[in-house]
């Protein structure tokens, strides 16, 4: 029952670096999301896949870029990190259309120096 | 534009003490608002909400829907030191899967 995984849990980069944030689930859900989250912020959603194929734009994209490889794979990339990247990263998914129930991952702690 | 605001912020309670979490939320179209509980890792589902007035029960924690004046709210009562977390409300709108999520109430419990 792994649920959602993501890779890694920790991560120091340089300014500049670029580096790949992986998810996978596997309770075949159509949705996949990714979200930041600062002190104060709360939740905030970065880019998020409704299918296989596609993705959209949420409320904080710059910087980012995504990837839906397949059903079950929904990667974030950084391609030049910046300290305001520092943050913890989580993945989500669902089944997708209102279903709205979302299964998270553990999270990804990033720190930008 | 969409929002949720929970309060207090945060809390800090003995054991047995009862709480009461609160989340206001304005958005397009409502569908469901949720509540999450997220310790040290991923936050974790508690309850879904779509229809006022119906309570939601499981152990010691409890929510309701106020649709008319927009808000819910999460009780827990006889609370525990396992209760410490942050608990998350999130709100869904009709023809979309994406959650706008509240900042969060940090409840600390104290032996």
């Known amino acids: 029952n792994a649920g959602v995984t993501q890779t890694p849990k920790f991560q120091v980069l340089k300014t500049g670096q670029s580096m790949t944030l992986q998810c996978a689930q596997d309770?075949?859900?159509?949705?996949m999301y990714w979200y930041r989250q600062d002190p104060g912020m709360g939740l905030r959603l970065i880019y998020y896949?409704?299918?296989?194929?596609?993705?959209d734009k949420g409320e904080v994209p710059n910087g980012y870029n995504v990837s839906r490889l397949n059903k079950r794979e929904f990667s974030l990339r950084l391609e030049s990190a910046a300290p305001s990247q520092t943050s913890v990263y989580f993945c989500?998914?669902?089944?997708?259309?209102?279903?709205?129930?979302?299964?998270f991952g553990s999270g990804t702690r990033l720190t930008v120096v | 534009e969409d929002k949720v605001v929970q309060s207090p912020l945060s809390l800090v309670v003995h054991e047995g003490d009862t709480v009461t979490l609160n989340c206001s939320y304005e958005?397009?179209?409502?569908?469901?608002l949720l509540w999450y509980k997220q310790e040290k890792k991923a936050p974790t589902f508690l309850f879904m909400l779509?229809?006022?007035?119906i309570e939601k029960k499981s152990g010691r924690l409890s929510s309701i829907l106020d649709k008319k004046e927009l808000f819910s709210i999460l009780n827990i009562t006889a609370t525990q030191t396992g209760d410490s977390a942050v608990y998350l409300c999130?709100?869904?709108?009709?023809?979309?899967?994406?959650?706008?999520f509240g900042t969060g109430t940090r409840l600390q419990v104290f032996p």
């Open positions: 309770m075949n859900h159509n949705s």
């Open positions: 896949s409704a299918s296989e194929g596609t993705t």
């Open positions: 779509t229809s006022s007035g």
């Open positions: 958005v397009t179209n409502f569908r469901s």
């Open positions: 989500a998914s669902s089944e997708g259309g209102t279903a709205q129930k979302y299964t």
């Open positions: 999130a709100v869904g709108g009709h023809n979309t899967d994406k959650l706008i």
